[in-house]
Structure formats: C-alpha cells, structure tokens
C-alpha cells in the first residue's frame, strides 16, 4: 500500500462588511444562497443554521456522500466543519476572521487526509494548491456579492 497523504492549503480573502455579518455567510445552509453548487442536507442543529457539534451532509458527483460536523463555533471569531467522505478522506476547514477598518480579513485553511489509496489519489489529483486559491477567491467574489445584495 502506497503511503497515506495529507496537504495543507491556507489563503486569505477580504470581505468589505464587519466580521459580525460576514461570518454568517460560513453557515451551511446560508451557503445556498450564494455558492451556485453548494446544497447540504441539515441533519442536526438546534438552531437549523451552523452551531457548535452541528452536523450535516453534502454529495458530490462520483462521491459517497460526505458528513460534516462543526466543531468549532466562535461566533464572529471563528468555525471549524470536519468533513469526511467514507473511504477517501476526512478534511477540516477552518475560517478565522480579523476586522481591519472597514474589511474583515478571513484566513480559510483546509487540511485533507487521505483513508486510502483512492483517497490520495483524489487529493493529488483534485485537492492542488491552485485550485484552492481559485475555490477560495470564488468566495470573496461571490461572498460580496451576496452581503452587498443583502445589506441595502
């Protein structure tokens, strides 16, 4: 069996709104509303939006359906979902915010672990640092977008 792998992938994006309003948008269900492929499945939160030991699920063409947890939910500060995909990977997103002035800053790092030998061939193949920065700056567009849409 070839050897396992893991890769770490940090970029830092600039939204024009305070960090109070801008983290909302790191909510699952609220990602619906501005990420044009994202849809998840709610299985649990008390408050049927992103909290701490949340849990849902999301399924991707080709892929087992992948199950998230949050485990970290500092509102304003930072969210942490880990997210494993059965028999690929298991990778964990972290968003820190920062207010500068009138931006806030949002360091996005996701670290991805490879199950198996699939799974590191996935994260080779599919889970590169430019297609990373590329996901991540999609964000900051759309994630504009949508606050300055919702905000008048």
């Not at 709104?17 to 299985?43: A, L, Y």
């Not at 008390?46 to 359906?65: L, R, V």
């Not at 193949?125 to 504009?144: R, V």
Request: with cysteine; hydrophobic share 40%; proline share 3%.
């Amino acid at each position: 069996m070839q050897k396992l792998i893991r890769n770490k992938f940090s970029h830092t994006i600039c939204f024009l709104t305070p960090k109070e309003t801008v983290f909302k948008i790191f909510c699952p269900v609220v990602e619906r509303e501005w990420v044009s492929d994202w849809d998840c499945n709610m299985v649990y939160s008390d408050s049927g939006i992103a909290e701490k030991n949340c849990i849902f699920t999301t399924k991707q063409a080709d892929m087992p359906e992948a199950v998230w947890v949050c485990s970290i939910y500092n509102f304003a500060n930072e969210v942490e979902y880990i997210r494993t995909t059965p028999g690929y990977f298991v990778t964990v997103v972290n968003i820190k915010t920062l207010q500068t002035n009138m931006e806030t800053k949002c360091n996005i790092t996701y670290i991805h672990t490879a199950l198996s030998e699939l799974g590191a061939h996935y994260i080779t193949n599919h889970f590169t640092e430019e297609l990373f920065i590329n996901q991540i700056e999609s964000w900051k567009d759309a994630g504009n977008a949508y606050l300055f849409r919702h905000l008048k």
